[in-house]
Protein backbone atom coordinates (compact mmCIF):
# COMPACT_ATOMS: atom_id res chain seq x y z
CA UNK A 1 0.00 0.00 0.00
CA UNK A 2 1.37 3.06 -0.79
CA UNK A 3 2.28 5.49 2.03
CA UNK A 4 1.20 9.30 2.70
CA UNK A 5 4.26 10.45 1.07
CA UNK A 6 2.64 9.68 -2.23
CA UNK A 7 -0.34 10.66 -1.87
CA UNK A 8 1.28 13.95 -1.23
CA UNK A 9 2.81 13.81 -4.14
CA UNK A 10 -0.06 12.53 -6.23
CA UNK A 11 -1.91 15.32 -5.05
CA UNK A 12 1.24 18.08 -6.39
CA UNK A 13 1.41 16.19 -9.69
CA UNK A 14 -2.90 16.31 -10.39
CA UNK A 15 -2.06 19.89 -9.46
CA UNK A 16 0.65 20.59 -11.78
CA UNK A 17 -1.00 18.75 -14.47
CA UNK A 18 -4.81 20.05 -13.96
CA UNK A 19 -5.42 23.06 -11.90
CA UNK A 20 -7.25 26.27 -12.97
CA UNK A 21 -7.72 24.23 -16.16
CA UNK A 22 -11.39 22.87 -17.90
CA UNK A 23 -10.87 19.05 -17.44
CA UNK A 24 -12.67 16.56 -19.45
CA UNK A 25 -14.05 13.76 -16.66
CA UNK A 26 -15.07 10.50 -17.87
CA UNK A 27 -15.36 6.61 -15.84
CA UNK A 28 -14.49 4.40 -18.77
CA UNK A 29 -14.80 1.33 -16.42
CA UNK A 30 -18.79 3.22 -15.32
CA UNK A 31 -18.52 2.97 -11.80
CA UNK A 32 -17.74 7.21 -11.25
CA UNK A 33 -20.00 7.79 -14.68
CA UNK A 34 -22.75 9.77 -13.43
CA UNK A 35 -20.15 11.37 -10.67
CA UNK A 36 -17.80 12.20 -13.97
CA UNK A 37 -20.95 13.43 -15.72
CA UNK A 38 -21.20 15.87 -13.16
CA UNK A 39 -17.88 17.21 -13.02
CA UNK A 40 -17.29 17.12 -17.22
CA UNK A 41 -15.74 19.94 -18.23
CA UNK A 42 -15.55 22.02 -14.94
CA UNK A 43 -11.82 23.35 -13.07
CA UNK A 44 -9.78 21.44 -11.06
CA UNK A 45 -9.09 24.06 -8.31
CA UNK A 46 -6.91 22.30 -6.45
CA UNK A 47 -5.68 18.62 -4.81
CA UNK A 48 -5.48 18.07 -1.01
CA UNK A 49 -3.84 15.19 1.18
CA UNK A 50 -4.18 13.90 4.34
CA UNK A 51 -2.54 10.21 5.04
CA UNK A 52 -3.46 8.30 2.57
CA UNK A 53 -6.62 9.86 1.31
CA UNK A 54 -6.49 12.33 -1.60
CA UNK A 55 -8.96 14.91 -2.59
CA UNK A 56 -9.44 16.79 -6.02
CA UNK A 57 -11.36 19.67 -5.17
CA UNK A 58 -13.46 20.95 -8.71
CA UNK A 59 -15.19 23.69 -9.54
CA UNK A 60 -15.54 25.85 -6.41
CA UNK A 61 -17.88 28.65 -8.00
CA UNK A 62 -20.77 26.01 -8.73
CA UNK A 63 -19.15 23.51 -6.32
CA UNK A 64 -19.87 20.19 -7.49
CA UNK A 65 -17.21 18.95 -4.58
CA UNK A 66 -14.14 16.79 -3.95
CA UNK A 67 -13.29 13.72 -5.82
CA UNK A 68 -12.65 11.60 -2.72
CA UNK A 69 -9.49 8.74 -3.87
CA UNK A 70 -8.47 5.89 -1.23
CA UNK A 71 -6.14 3.85 -3.68
CA UNK A 72 -5.74 0.79 -1.25
CA UNK A 73 -3.85 -2.01 -1.94
CA UNK A 74 -4.41 -1.93 -5.46
CA UNK A 75 -5.22 1.16 -6.82
CA UNK A 76 -2.62 3.01 -9.41
CA UNK A 77 -2.40 6.42 -11.09
CA UNK A 78 -0.54 7.02 -14.30
CA UNK A 79 -0.26 10.27 -15.82
CA UNK A 80 0.82 10.69 -19.77
CA UNK A 81 0.96 13.40 -22.23
CA UNK A 82 -1.78 13.92 -24.86
CA UNK A 83 -3.04 12.74 -27.22
CA UNK A 84 -4.67 10.19 -24.34
CA UNK A 85 -4.48 6.51 -25.40
CA UNK A 86 -7.83 4.63 -25.67
CA UNK A 87 -8.93 4.05 -21.79
CA UNK A 88 -9.12 0.47 -21.09
CA UNK A 89 -12.61 -0.81 -18.97
CA UNK A 90 -10.49 -0.98 -15.98
CA UNK A 91 -10.02 3.22 -15.79
CA UNK A 92 -12.42 4.61 -13.05
CA UNK A 93 -11.29 8.22 -13.56
CA UNK A 94 -9.81 9.53 -16.47
CA UNK A 95 -8.97 13.76 -16.61
CA UNK A 96 -7.48 15.11 -19.09
CA UNK A 97 -7.15 18.48 -21.00
CA UNK A 98 -5.19 19.90 -24.00
CA UNK A 99 -1.67 18.89 -21.98
CA UNK A 100 -1.68 16.08 -20.28
CA UNK A 101 -3.85 13.06 -18.95
CA UNK A 102 -4.54 11.06 -15.71
CA UNK A 103 -6.16 7.03 -14.85
CA UNK A 104 -7.10 6.35 -11.92
CA UNK A 105 -7.58 2.04 -11.84
CA UNK A 106 -8.30 0.17 -8.92
CA UNK A 107 -9.09 2.18 -5.79
CA UNK A 108 -11.14 1.00 -2.92
CA UNK A 109 -12.29 4.95 -3.12
CA UNK A 110 -13.71 6.75 -5.82
CA UNK A 111 -16.28 9.20 -4.57
CA UNK A 112 -17.74 12.60 -5.05
CA UNK A 113 -18.03 14.03 -1.56
CA UNK A 114 -19.20 17.43 0.10
CA UNK A 115 -17.26 19.67 2.29
CA UNK A 116 -18.94 18.65 5.26
CA UNK A 117 -18.05 15.04 4.15
CA UNK A 118 -14.83 15.89 3.30
CA UNK A 119 -14.14 17.67 6.79
CA UNK A 120 -15.78 14.25 8.67
CA UNK A 121 -13.09 12.21 6.91
CA UNK A 122 -10.04 14.85 8.46
CA UNK A 123 -11.99 14.22 11.94
CA UNK A 124 -11.70 10.95 11.94
CA UNK A 125 -7.87 10.54 10.85
CA UNK A 126 -4.81 11.76 13.12
CA UNK A 127 -1.96 14.29 12.03
CA UNK A 128 -0.12 13.87 9.10
CA UNK A 129 3.28 14.55 9.59
CA UNK A 130 3.13 16.57 5.83
CA UNK A 131 0.17 18.69 6.95
CA UNK A 132 1.23 22.36 7.80
CA UNK A 133 -1.92 22.14 9.99
CA UNK A 134 -0.98 18.93 12.25
CA UNK A 135 -0.67 18.76 15.48
CA UNK A 136 1.78 16.13 17.01
CA UNK A 137 0.24 16.35 20.43
CA UNK A 138 -2.35 14.99 18.92
CA UNK A 139 -0.79 11.70 18.30
CA UNK A 140 1.21 11.55 21.49
CA UNK A 141 -2.02 12.06 23.29
CA UNK A 142 -3.77 8.76 22.24
CA UNK A 143 -0.10 7.21 22.69
CA UNK A 144 0.28 7.79 25.88
CA UNK A 145 -2.90 6.22 26.77
CA UNK A 146 -2.22 3.40 25.07
CA UNK A 147 -1.05 -0.43 25.85
CA UNK A 148 -0.48 -1.46 22.26
CA UNK A 149 2.96 -1.48 21.04
CA UNK A 150 4.26 1.70 19.39
CA UNK A 151 5.04 -0.20 16.57
CA UNK A 152 1.21 -1.27 16.26
CA UNK A 153 0.24 2.53 16.81
CA UNK A 154 2.12 4.04 14.08
CA UNK A 155 0.05 2.08 11.65
CA UNK A 156 -3.07 3.25 13.26
CA UNK A 157 -4.28 6.15 10.88
CA UNK A 158 -6.63 7.33 13.51
CA UNK A 159 -3.32 8.21 15.94
CA UNK A 160 -1.25 9.42 12.85
CA UNK A 161 -2.02 9.26 9.38
CA UNK A 162 0.37 8.79 6.16
CA UNK A 163 2.68 6.28 8.26
CA UNK A 164 2.44 2.82 6.65
CA UNK A 165 5.03 -0.27 6.98
CA UNK A 166 8.27 1.17 5.37
CA UNK A 167 8.13 4.41 7.47
CA UNK A 168 7.68 2.70 11.07
CA UNK A 169 10.04 0.51 10.73
CA UNK A 170 13.03 2.80 9.63
CA UNK A 171 11.70 5.29 12.02
CA UNK A 172 11.71 2.89 14.59
CA UNK A 173 15.37 1.62 14.29
CA UNK A 174 16.40 5.61 14.17
CA UNK A 175 15.99 6.13 17.45
CA UNK A 176 16.76 2.90 18.67
CA UNK A 177 13.16 1.99 20.01
CA UNK A 178 12.04 -1.38 20.28
CA UNK A 179 8.92 -2.31 18.60
CA UNK A 180 7.26 -3.64 21.15
CA UNK A 181 7.25 -0.94 23.62
CA UNK A 182 3.98 0.01 24.89
CA UNK A 183 2.78 3.53 23.92
CA UNK A 184 2.19 4.64 26.84
CA UNK A 185 5.69 4.06 27.76
CA UNK A 186 6.53 6.83 25.41
CA UNK A 187 8.22 9.44 26.12
CA UNK A 188 6.95 13.42 25.15
CA UNK A 189 10.55 13.80 24.32
CA UNK A 190 10.90 10.10 22.15
CA UNK A 191 7.56 11.48 20.04
CA UNK A 192 8.80 14.99 19.89
CA UNK A 193 12.31 13.23 18.00
CA UNK A 194 10.05 10.55 16.03
CA UNK A 195 7.33 13.27 14.41
CA UNK A 196 10.28 15.72 13.65
CA UNK A 197 12.27 12.58 11.61
CA UNK A 198 8.92 11.79 10.45
CA UNK A 199 8.15 15.49 8.98
CA UNK A 200 12.02 15.74 7.31
CA UNK A 201 11.67 11.78 6.11
CA UNK A 202 8.32 11.89 4.44
CA UNK A 203 9.40 15.77 2.66
CA UNK A 204 12.08 13.99 0.90
CA UNK A 205 9.95 11.16 0.35
CA UNK A 206 7.58 13.65 -1.64
CA UNK A 207 10.80 15.29 -3.18
CA UNK A 208 12.08 11.96 -4.56
CA UNK A 209 8.71 9.84 -4.94
CA UNK A 210 10.66 6.84 -2.99
CA UNK A 211 11.77 6.27 0.54
CA UNK A 212 15.43 6.92 1.73
CA UNK A 213 15.85 6.18 5.41
CA UNK A 214 19.44 5.83 5.83
CA UNK A 215 21.55 9.05 7.48
CA UNK A 216 24.44 10.29 5.29
CA UNK A 217 27.08 8.17 6.80
CA UNK A 218 25.24 4.65 5.89
CA UNK A 219 24.57 5.28 2.04
CA UNK A 220 26.35 2.48 0.03
CA UNK A 221 28.95 5.41 -0.90
CA UNK A 222 30.01 6.03 2.61
CA UNK A 223 29.63 2.64 3.51
CA UNK A 224 31.58 1.08 0.13
CA UNK A 225 28.63 -1.55 0.53
CA UNK A 226 26.55 -2.41 -2.78
CA UNK A 227 23.13 -0.38 -3.06
CA UNK A 228 20.06 -2.29 -2.14
CA UNK A 229 18.25 -3.83 -4.88
CA UNK A 230 14.25 -3.88 -4.16
CA UNK A 231 11.14 -2.95 -6.35
CA UNK A 232 10.24 -0.63 -3.26
CA UNK A 233 13.94 1.96 -4.42
CA UNK A 234 15.44 4.13 -1.63
CA UNK A 235 18.03 2.83 0.44
CA UNK A 236 16.57 1.57 4.28
CA UNK A 237 18.15 0.04 7.76
CA UNK A 238 15.32 -2.90 7.97
CA UNK A 239 12.24 -2.80 6.02
CA UNK A 240 12.20 -5.85 3.83
CA UNK A 241 15.94 -6.95 5.32
CA UNK A 242 15.29 -10.21 7.57
CA UNK A 243 18.11 -11.94 7.95
CA UNK A 244 20.52 -9.45 6.27
CA UNK A 245 22.89 -8.06 8.29
CA UNK A 246 22.42 -4.81 10.05
CA UNK A 247 24.19 -1.74 8.54
CA UNK A 248 25.11 -0.39 12.36
CA UNK A 249 25.70 -3.69 14.33
CA UNK A 250 26.51 -6.80 11.67
CA UNK A 251 23.74 -8.98 13.29
CA UNK A 252 20.27 -10.61 11.77
CA UNK A 253 17.70 -8.27 11.17
CA UNK A 254 14.29 -10.03 12.23
CA UNK A 255 10.63 -9.76 11.04
CA UNK A 256 7.42 -10.47 12.71
CA UNK A 257 3.52 -10.07 11.76
CA UNK A 258 2.71 -7.05 13.74
CA UNK A 259 -0.69 -5.14 12.55
CA UNK A 260 -1.14 -7.41 9.95
CA UNK A 261 1.66 -6.16 8.62
CA UNK A 262 5.63 -7.78 8.41
CA UNK A 263 7.38 -5.62 10.85
CA UNK A 264 11.50 -5.50 10.63
CA UNK A 265 14.04 -4.56 13.46
CA UNK A 266 17.25 -5.00 14.56
CA UNK A 267 16.86 -6.18 18.20
CA UNK A 268 20.70 -5.54 18.96
CA UNK A 269 20.19 -2.05 18.07
CA UNK A 270 16.44 -1.23 19.01
CA UNK A 271 16.69 -1.71 22.48
CA UNK A 272 15.20 1.51 24.12
ZN1 LIG B 1 21.77 -3.50 14.57
Redesign the pocket.
Known amino acids: MPEGHTIHRLAQDYTAAFARTAVHVTSPQGKFADSAALLDHTALDTADAHGKHLFLGFGAAENPGWVHIHLGLFGKVTFGPTPAPPPTDTVRLRLANDTAYVDLRGPTTCALITDPEKQAIHDRLGPDPLRPDADPGAAHRRISRSRSTIAALLMDQKVIAGVGNVYRAEVL?RHGIDPYRPGRDITPAEWHAIWHDLVALMREGVRNNRIDAVRPEHTPEAMNRPPRVDDHGGEVYVYRRANQS??????P?RTADLAARNLFW?????QQ
Not at 246 to 251: A, F, P, V
Not at 266 to 270: A, E, G, I
Open positions: FCHLCGDICPTCQ
